[in-house]
């Protein structure tokens, strides 16, 4: 297995100093991205995909949950694993195509797949899940805070929300999520959070810090971190 490197530390940077990018490209832009991505997601070089999924099955791997929501579930990298360690599983995404391989990944009863766009209110009762994973999806999302509110609210108490998100340090130096439609880069447009940004949207819902990590990919040893790791947990 590729090997990664973990710095665990909690950063603060002040949003007065890192303004978002607000980009260009609308809501639905980015859902018509990602479903023509859908067709090479899992094909395509992708070391920031490849680092979350080992990072997601390192840090739950020996965890078991009763219900789980996975918000932005893609085509399923994540799926499979989630499937195994709780037993029941809600995985949406807003992008039809990205369902659809994730459906041909995934067959197991526990597991039921949606259409979701998680910045309008989920359709999910009070105190339904013990764990929400979210997966390299809200660097597409401008405002955190409904997120948040909606993770706050459908969470159990003592519930957990764990985040993966490209490092906000890369999006200083311009990364973001691409792809490649014959030889032309297609750039997913998106915001820059920084650290503080998830810290300040967690605190305003009543969730708790529990574990901040740093993670690298073993070829980029000497750059930038790749991946940022967040887990909250509901009081």
């Known amino acids: 297995m590729t090997k990664f490197f973990v710095f665990s530390v909690v950063l603060f940077h002040s949003s007065q ?3 978002p990018d607000l980009g260009r490209m609308t809501g639905m832009d980015i859902q018509n991205a990602y479903n023509e991505w ?34 932005g579930c893609g085509t399923g990298k994540n799926t499979v ?3 195994q360690i709780g037993a ?29 766009d998680i910045t309008q209110p989920w359709d999910f009762l009070d105190q339904s899940f013990n764990l929400i994973v979210c997966n390299l999806v809200l660097e597409h999302i401008q405002d955190l805070s409904s ?14 929300f764990f985040i993966n998100e490209l490092h906000p340090f890369r999006q200083y ?54 991946i940022l790791s967040l887990t909250f947990q509901r009081n």
């Not at 706050?152 to 957990?160: D, I, M």
């Not at 439609?181 to 820059?192: D, G, L, Q």
Request: net charge negative.
């Open 17 to 19: 100093y890192f303004t």
């Open 38 to 71: 859908s067709e090479s997601y899992d094909s395509d070089e992708n070391l920031t995909r490849d680092l979350d999924e080992r990072v997601t099955m390192e840090t739950l791997g020996n965890l078991h949950f009763d219900s789980i929501l996975e918000i």
């Open 81 to 83: 694993f989630l499937a």
């Open 88 to 116: 029941s599983v809600r995985a949406v995404d807003f992008s039809q195509g990205m369902i659809e391989k994730a459906k041909e990944k995934v067959s197991t009863r526990n597991v039921h797949f949606s259409m979701l």
């Open 147 to 160: 997120v948040f509110a909606e993770a706050a609210r459908t969470l159990r108490p003592n519930g957990s």
């Open 173 to 226: 130096d311009g990364k973001k999520a691409r792809f490649y439609r014959n030889e032309e880069k297609i750039e997913v447009e998106a915001f820059i959070h920084n650290v503080s940004d998830f810290l300040h949207a967690a605190k305003d819902n009543g969730l708790t810090l529990e574990d901040l990590n740093e993670y690298w990919h073993e070829a980029d040893q000497n750059k930038l971190p790749r």
